[in-house]
T-cell receptor, first 113, second 116 residues
Framework: GAVVSQHPSRVICKSGTSVKIECRSLDFQATTMFWYRQFPKQSLMLMAT?????????EQGVEKDKFLINHASLTLSTLTVTSAHPEDSSFYIC?????????FGSGTRLTVV | AQKITQTQPGMFVQEKEAVTLDCTYDTSDQSYGLFWYKQPSSGEMIFLIYQGSYDEQNATEGRYSLNFQKARKSANLVISASQLGDSAMYFCAMRGGIQGAQKLVFGQGTRLTINP
């Protein structure tokens, strides 16, 4: 079946630093990648949608300069949290689609101290 | 706009019993897709079952079945013969259109606990 590898699974960073999260589709071409954020005991909140080679489309209220998304190839998309602050601590999860189904990464738990 | 509503924050069921998790949706689209995902404590999202709006038969996948009532706009998940490993968060989600990489809209989720 389709597999999406997401790294790192956990990261702790200092306030003010940047963190990059990678999602790779291992056995299919991900024409579209979705990035979600999930707070404890809450649902997944879509942050942005990216298509390979195009600029990401951000959901209302999501700061595009803070959450940089790059989807340079059909198998790799990255989310960079810039100048992270404690309120950015959360669970981030990607989902890749080839136009038919959706395959989720295993998620990244970010803690900003 | 699309909306998914899951009204059961938590469900407690005895092992081996069947359980129904409720999901209602609202959309103005004629064609759409409905998904159910399981999220264990590890955080991964596990795809369980899919129902297209034009599918006449209710979807089934092993112990999972989807009770699709289009007129009522409901898509309840039925888990038969529950197991301890079924304890997890369950999310209902909708996609506008029956294909294409459109975004998924998720419900609030239901935490299912299976008691031995």
């Amino acid at each position: 079946g389709a597999v999406v590898s997401q790294h790192p699974s956990r990261v702790i960073c200092k306030s003010g630093t940047s963190v990059k999260i990678e999602c790779r589709s291992l056995d299919f071409q991900a024409t579209t990648m979705f990035w979600y954020r999930q707070f404890p005991k809450q649902s997944l909140m879509l942050m942005a949608t990216s298509n390979e080679g195009s600029k990401a489309t951000y959901e209302q209220g999501v700061e595009k300069d803070k959450f940089l998304i790059n989807h340079a190839s059909l198998t790799l998309s990255t989310l960079t949290v810039t100048s992270a602050h404690p309120e950015d601590s959360s669970f981030y999860i990607c989902s890749a689609s080839d136009g038919y189904g959706y395959t989720f990464g295993s998620g990244t738990r970010l803690t900003v101290v | 706009a699309q909306k998914i509503t899951q009204t059961q924050p938590g469900m407690f069921v005895q092992e081996k019993e069947a359980v129904t998790l409720d999901c209602t949706y609202d959309t103005s689209d004629q064609s759409y897709g409905l998904f159910w995902y399981k999220q264990p404590s590890s955080g991964e999202m596990i795809f369980l079952i899919y129902q297209g709006s034009y599918d006449e038969q209710n979807a089934t996948e092993g112990r999972y079945s989807l009770n699709f009532q289009k007129a009522r706009k409901s898509a309840n998940l039925v888990i038969s013969a529950s197991q301890l490993g079924d304890s997890a968060m369950y999310f209902c989600a909708m996609r506008g259109g029956i294909q294409g990489a459109q975004k998924l809209v998720f419900g609030q989720g239901t935490r299912l606990t299976i008691n031995p």
